[in-house]
């Protein structure tokens, strides 16, 4: 690969240089010959001038002078007329009247500058150096830059910075990540480099140009042509690309070698196993449900040491000795690096990155008897959708709530069952958070064969779409349960989607976001796919069951969290939403909250949301 990165975007490179070096020999003929012309001209003219105004006084001095330069540099078609005037040389002395020769009629300048057709890279702030500075300045430079060429990339950028600080004040830090992205970004900024170097030589060479000397040009633009190849072959080699990462200044990123538990059984989750990250990270998952089981698997897999929260001492026990859970998915093995324990201590207090993936509404309960365990600065990453019942806020709104404001948050969505992540299907996520770096290092730390995760930074974006979709399936589910067919379903989960769209963008979110796995993708996933609790919650209620009974039966052990959610988004939607008959805009979330609150048979409401009034498909669009 690396091999394969060098002669691709080292042949580019090559030619470019290549091309530099013709296009500075064309330069420099075209400047020869412009010299050659401006000599003549200047010349021609200093004899025209001089023979017109000092005719008369110095005629025959003049003229002899003169006239031989004239006839050597006249054009070809002249040539016989200048042979035989030539021959007049050797006449003798002239007549004592000389013959008539009127003046030109338009003077020629005198001076003719010459052509600056490379751009102006400045050497100083003060005028350009003289011919001797600008080849010293070569001569510093190239050594400087063949002592980074030699070393590693962050000597090559300080062999660099000693050549040209002002391009390496350019080069962000966290380059020092060398994911092969980076790795790419880095080689496009020593592209960059090398032809910003180039031209800063070639108008040191110009300087040198104008001291009439050929050799230091050539020397400057082969001097970097040659040093142009191992460099650029270098910044791509696998050494480069493998290298460790330097940990981010990063107060959450403890120094400690990490722990290393046996290798991976044959029994385990079919996740392909990939490289831990090169620095030390302790990841704790709050809440040993479905998704934090998987979670932990996830980032176990990756090679961290993982350590799963529990409630029950039992339960904690079972996962340890047996690596699985005693009644969730208890047919498939965890890997070996999760380990389990319900001491709160014990979990929280060497961890480097906290999951959270306690449901929404025990959330608030949940933290206020592990807070004062969980360390300062320690990120939290949110794998829980929806939103509370009681202070309408996001899993964004609790959390900082209860751990405060100073700490980094990070919110993981998508299409992702739990079950499908354990069995190693493939499944992508976004992680979206304010401080961008977290969501990238999170995104590193997770990131395998079979789960992709994309980052962004609108959270309330990510967040409108996990508790709304919850909602929407809901929905769906009801619609299959009372019969309906998909036309039924596939027009409601549409307008579903345009609700979510029309709030979120309300509340500050991306449009594109909303389209994004977090809205749409997993509307589609929760809505159309077999394995969703909220899904099958709704298709209960159309088959007549109510919203209680289906709670009652499922007891505490699973949640559909768009139950409650729903409850929720139509007091936030009446508390923060300005307009009149909000449920005109939102039918489906409305009608939704009706049908679970017992206010509305499910057919009843079905038929409600379904009668969608004749108007635009967007019309709160604006043209
Ligand atoms: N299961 C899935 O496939 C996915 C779940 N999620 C989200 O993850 C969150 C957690 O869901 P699951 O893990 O599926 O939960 P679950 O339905 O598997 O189990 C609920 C878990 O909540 C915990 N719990 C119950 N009462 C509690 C209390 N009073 N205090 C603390 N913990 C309590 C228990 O550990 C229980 O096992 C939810 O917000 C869900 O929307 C997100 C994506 C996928
Ligand atoms: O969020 C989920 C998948 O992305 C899980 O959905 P359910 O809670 O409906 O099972």
Known sequence: MGAFLSIFLFLPMFLLLLLFLLLFLLFFLLLSSSYASSYSSSYSSSYSSSYSSSYSSSYSSSYSSSYSSSCSSSSSSSSSSCSSSCSSLFLPVPPPVPPPVPPPPVPVPLHVPIPLPLPSVPLSDSAPPPFKWGFVGVCIRVPTWFIGVNGTKDDWLEGWKLGKPQISSNIPKRNSKTTPLVSTTIAAQIIDANIKLTLYWTTIAHEIMRERSVIPI?????????????????????????????????????????????????????????????????????????????????????????????????????????????????????????????????????????????????????????????????????ASKGIETSSLGFMADILK??????????????????????????????????????????????????????TSRDVIGVE??????????????????????????????????????RLGIYLGA??????????????????????????????????????????????????????????????????????????????????MSDIIEGKMKPMEGMQNIMNFPVRMENYDERF
């Not at 290393?260 to 196993?273: A, D, E, G």
């Not at 809505?527 to 709670?551: D, H, Q, V, W």
């Open 218 to 382: 050539v020397a400057a633009t082969l001097a970097t042509l040659l040093l142009s190849l191992p460099m650029t072959a270098q910044s791509f080699s696998p050494s480069h690309q493998h290298r460790p990462r330097v940990p981010a200044n990063r107060p959450h990123q403890l120094q400690h070698t990490p722990q290393r538990h046996p290798p991976l059984s044959s029994t385990s989750l079919s996740l392909k196993s990939t490289s831990p990250p090169p620095y030390p990270v302790r990841v704790t998952v709050l809440g040993g449900g479905n998704f934090g089981l998987a979670l932990a698997s996830v980032v176990a897999k990756k090679g961290v040491p993982t350590t799963l929260l529990v409630r029950s001492p039992d339960v904690a026990s079972h996962i340890n000795e047996n690596h699985r859970h005693p009644t969730k998915m208890s047919d498939i093995a965890l890997p070996r690096l999760v380990r389990a324990t319900a001491n709160k201590k014990e979990a929280l207090n060497d961890a480097t990155y906290i999951i959270h993936a306690v449901p929404v509404q025990y959330t608030r309960a949940f933290l206020e008897t592990v807070k004062d365990e969980i360390p300062p600065n320690v990120p939290v990453l949110s």
């Open 401 to 454: 709530e209860c751990l405060g404001e100073d700490r980094s948050y990070a919110f993981l969505s998508g299409p992702s069952f739990a079950r499908e992540i354990c069995e190693g299907v493939a499944t992508a996520v976004v992680i979206a958070s304010e401080d961008l770096m977290l969501a990238d290092d999170l995104a590193e730390l997770m990131s395998g064969d079979d789960f992709c995760v994309f």
């Open 464 to 501: 409108v779409g996990g508790a709304v979709k919850n909602v929407i399936a809901i929905a769906a589910g009801m619609c299959e349960g009372l019969g309906l067919g998909t036309n039924a379903m596939s027009g409601l989960v549409t307008r579903g989607c345009g609700e979510m769209r």
């Open 510 to 591: 991306r449009p594109s976001t909303i389209s994004g796995l977090s809205g749409v993708g997993d509307t589609f996933g929760t809505c159309f796919g077999p394995l969703s609790r909220n899904r099958r919650f709704g298709y209960r209620l159309g088959k007549g069951e109510t919203a209680e009974e289906i709670k009652a039966s499922m007891g505490g052990s699973e949640v559909a969290e768009g139950v409650d959610t729903s409850i929720a988004l139509v007091k936030m939607i009446k508390e923060k939403c300005k307009g009149y008959r909000l449920d005109l805009k939102y039918p489906i979330l409305f009608g």
